[in-house]
């Protein structure tokens, strides 16, 4: 049965999810309000010059029509900016969203990074939605615009309830690590680890000997590193046990033979007591000139 984990899992991928749709959106809805814009200033250009608009009209002119345009000095150049300003945010949200690159975030925009919560991106999401809506725009630029401001109270809200924790909670990845048992893997390894830690639990009282047998055995004869284990090749030491099996399989142990170095000195024999009594033994002394 799914647990709660896993309810938040996929409850925060799917505002994820919607989140990303609403940034696309805004930024096509962007473009084509640039689009508008620039149309409508041509037109009213054309118009001032062929003389249908007068100097009255043009002074009680506040935005130049059928744009978001004001008619003041430098209108032009200021609502192209902030068009191009609120595509620039958008497209650093949704390589946000995707978490692609991480570094590059945690390094230059750590409010956007692995590091901190969904609340600077509901907010920002939530400024871009204001922004656009403050302004008189056609019907596909404004649902966009309330569809991301919606988007960002909610990311808002998952801030202030998971804080930190809210990315590492809708990560895949560190799903995968954390909960191995909700999604398939196929590690052999870490589901012998989650086994032992079980059985671990259940019975403390069991010594370090049987936990490594029993790890062995649910491994399969895996090692640590992914070799297989032949039970056929089990280790004896040096011992007696190593020397017996060695000897069963034809093997014999031979003592090495006694060496001594170049430098060292020939050991003199010394005669028993017995034979000195019997036969008096000859005795070498080197001489001073001997090497």
């Known amino acids: 049965m799914v647990g709660a984990r896993a309810y938040i899992f996929f409850g925060l991928n799917v505002v994820r999810f919607l989140s990303i749709v609403s940034l696309i959106l805004v930024f096509a809805s962007s473009i084509f309000v640039i689009v508008t814009d620039v149309e409508a200033v ?33 209108g032009v150049f200021w609502a192209v900016i902030n068009r191009l300003l609120i595509i620039f945010q958008v497209i650093m949200l949704f390589l946000s969203e995707i978490g692609w690159p991480s570094p590059f975030f945690d390094r230059f925009f750590p409010v956007l990074g692995s590091g901190f919560g969904l609340g600077a991106l509901g907010i920002f999401q939530g400024l871009i939605g204001a922004a656009v809506l403050s302004q008189h725009v056609d019907d596909f630029t404004l649902v966009s615009a309330f569809f991301l401001f ?26 995968r690590e954390e909960a191995k ?39 399969g004869g895996v090692t640590e590193f992914g070799a297989v284990r032949n039970p056929s090749r089990a280790g004896y030491g040096f011992g007696r046990q190593g020397e017996k099996a060695a000897g069963l399989k034809g093997f014999l142990i031979s003592k090495p033979l006694e060496t001594l170095p170049r430098y060292a000195a020939r050991p003199t024999s010394v005669p028993s007591r017995s034979s000195r009594s019997a036969s008096p033994q000859p005795r070498f002394a080197s001489s001073g000139s001997a090497i």
């Open 42 to 74: 041509n037109a009213f250009e054309s118009a001032k010059q062929s003389g249908n608009v007068t100097a009255q009209d043009f002074a009680d002119c506040e935005y130049i029509e059928n744009s978001t345009v004001p008619n003041q000095i430098g």
């Open 181 to 219: 048992g909700v999604l398939p893997t196929s590690n052999l390894r870490n589901s012998a680890t989650l086994d032992l830690n079980r059985s671990g639990s259940s019975s403390s009282g069991q010594s370090s000997h049987s936990s490594t047998m029993y790890e062995e055995k649910a491994t």
């Open 150 to 175: 919606v988007l960002g109270c909610i990311n808002m809200f998952l801030g202030l309830l998971f804080r930190e924790s809210a990315k590492s909670r809708r990560s895949i990845t560190s799903w």
